[in-house]
């Protein structure tokens, strides 16, 4: 059964597919409008979240299918003690597929070990995001055109940011890309994330060097959910700000994208200019997720499997732990399972990081 776990679980063919079938939903709204009906979605989110559950909500709704779940999980049974894993298999009796948010990294990898439908990741702590990436690439294929030779700055905080780490796995797929990073030196893209770019980054220290160079400019929060100190997330959180004078340095071309939410880091001003593209980014977000629902499962009726990641082997436990504590491993009394990626490097099957 297939699951969305990461961008790299949908070869690149995969991603054109279900661009092609946002492109569709979008030219013809009506012609999915039952195409769910009486399947129902659940939503499970551990963490706060607004566009991307109400992005899902909609997905579903306009699809013709129904929503359950629960936003807080506090008001769930995981504030009893449940584990992924439980809760899991208990949704999997009563939805047909699972979009979860959870602050543990590889929490969905977990729970699609154990689930009867498919999970899609909705964000897992700072790991991953691979339906924002899906949104992105939507905005881009509509606003640019293609996806090759492309220069993607990615500014703000590289480090925590998850939307950031699945877009630069998701981009580095196609020819030509380049990376132009932009962050504080405290949060700088994390080493297992610069093993993925070969020569095809530059690192700079401002902006004003950046927007010449880019296509897109990848504007992010720095989160201040994911700082254990306080004081050094006010010390960095205006670092960079992009405004109308930076705007002006910009190529003609070019388009700003933004996750959101949005706290400081552009100004509002910016908003008027035709290039800033963060607001129709929301909207193509609802668009792809329906085409991911719609294609996930269609493929469990179809029984298709996974077409990419074939070269991951699984190796069980080999005695070696995790050592990152934002993995779900830390927690739950999962087995350690690693594999080995393309360089030889042994790596947490849950959350990436080289063990
Ligand atoms: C992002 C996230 O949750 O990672 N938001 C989103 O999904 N649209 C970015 C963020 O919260 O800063």
Redesign the pocket.
């Given at each position: 059964m297939r699951h969305l776990l990461d961008p790299t679980d949908l070869s690149i063919e995969e991603i054109d597919l279900l661009m092609n079938r946002a492109l569709d939903i979008i030219a013809r709204p009506e012609a999915y409008s039952e195409s769910c009906h009486g399947k129902k979605l659940a939503t499970l989110f551990y963490e706060p979240?607004t566009?991307?559950r109400l992005s899902f909500t909609a997905a579903m709704m306009e699809l013709g299918g129904q929503v359950l779940g629960f936003s807080d999980a506090r008001s769930s049974s995981v504030s009893k003690g449940e584990t992924v894993a439980d809760t899991v298999r208990v949704v999997s009796c009563f939805a047909d597929i699972i979009a979860m948010r959870h602050y543990k990294e590889g929490a969905p990898r977990v729970a699609a070990d154990y689930s009867r439908i498919p999970i899609i990741n909705a964000?897992d702590g700072g790991h991953s995001?691979p339906t924002?990436t899906l949104t992105d690439l939507l905005t881009i294929r509509r606003e640019l055109g293609h996806f090759d030779h492309l220069t993607i700055g990615l500014c703000g905080d590289l480090k925590y940011?998850?939307?950031v780490h699945s877009l630069i796995k998701a981009m580095n797929r196609y020819e030509g890309t380049r990376f132009v990073l932009i962050s504080p030196k405290e949060l700088r893209l994390p080493d297992y994330m610069k093993q993925e770019l070969k020569d095809n980054y530059v690192e700079v220290s401002t902006l004003e060097e950046a927007m010449p160079m880019v296509d897109v400019l990848y504007m992010?929060?720095v989160?201040q959910e994911r700082f254990a100190d306080l004081q050094e997330y006010e010390r960095l959180k205006d670092t960079f700000i992009l405004d109308e004078a930076k705007m002006a340095l910009g190529r003609k071309q070019m388009i700003v994208l933004h996750?959101?939410?949005r706290v400081n880091e552009i100004t509002v001003g910016v908003d008027n200019d035709p290039r800033a593209a963060y607001f129709r980014q929301v909207e193509n977000g609802k668009f792809v997720r329906m085409a991911l629902i719609y294609t996930l499962l269609k493929w469990k009726e179809e029984g298709v499997v996974s077409a990419a990641n074939k070269d991951i082997q699984v190796y069980e436990d080999g005695g070696q732990r995790c050592s990152n504590d934002r993995c779900i491993t830390a927690t739950e009394p999962v087995q350690q399972q690693v594999y080995r990626d393309k360089d030889g490097v042994l790596r947490c099957r849950y959350c990436d990081h080289a063990i």
């Amino acid at each position: 059964m297939r699951h969305l776990l990461d961008p790299t679980d949908l070869s690149i063919e995969e991603i054109d597919l279900l661009m092609n079938r946002a492109l569709d939903i979008i030219a013809r709204p009506e012609a999915y409008s039952e195409s769910c009906h009486g399947k129902k979605l659940a939503t499970l989110f551990y963490e706060p979240s607004t566009r991307t559950r109400l992005s899902f909500t909609a997905a579903m709704m306009e699809l013709g299918g129904q929503v359950l779940g629960f936003s807080d999980a506090r008001s769930s049974s995981v504030s009893k003690g449940e584990t992924v894993a439980d809760t899991v298999r208990v949704v999997s009796c009563f939805a047909d597929i699972i979009a979860m948010r959870h602050y543990k990294e590889g929490a969905p990898r977990v729970a699609a070990d154990y689930s009867r439908i498919p999970i899609i990741n909705a964000g897992d702590g700072g790991h991953s995001h691979p339906t924002q990436t899906l949104t992105d690439l939507l905005t881009i294929r509509r606003e640019l055109g293609h996806f090759d030779h492309l220069t993607i700055g990615l500014c703000g905080d590289l480090k925590y940011g998850r939307t950031v780490h699945s877009l630069i796995k998701a981009m580095n797929r196609y020819e030509g890309t380049r990376f132009v990073l932009i962050s504080p030196k405290e949060l700088r893209l994390p080493d297992y994330m610069k093993q993925e770019l070969k020569d095809n980054y530059v690192e700079v220290s401002t902006l004003e060097e950046a927007m010449p160079m880019v296509d897109v400019l990848y504007m992010t929060r720095v989160q201040q959910e994911r700082f254990a100190d306080l004081q050094e997330y006010e010390r960095l959180k205006d670092t960079f700000i992009l405004d109308e004078a930076k705007m002006a340095l910009g190529r003609k071309q070019m388009i700003v994208l933004h996750p959101l939410p949005r706290v400081n880091e552009i100004t509002v001003g910016v908003d008027n200019d035709p290039r800033a593209a963060y607001f129709r980014q929301v909207e193509n977000g609802k668009f792809v997720r329906m085409a991911l629902i719609y294609t996930l499962l269609k493929w469990k009726e179809e029984g298709v499997v996974s077409a990419a990641n074939k070269d991951i082997q699984v190796y069980e436990d080999g005695g070696q732990r995790c050592s990152n504590d934002r993995c779900i491993t830390a927690t739950e009394p999962v087995q350690q399972q690693v594999y080995r990626d393309k360089d030889g490097v042994l790596r947490c099957r849950y959350c990436d990081h080289a063990i």
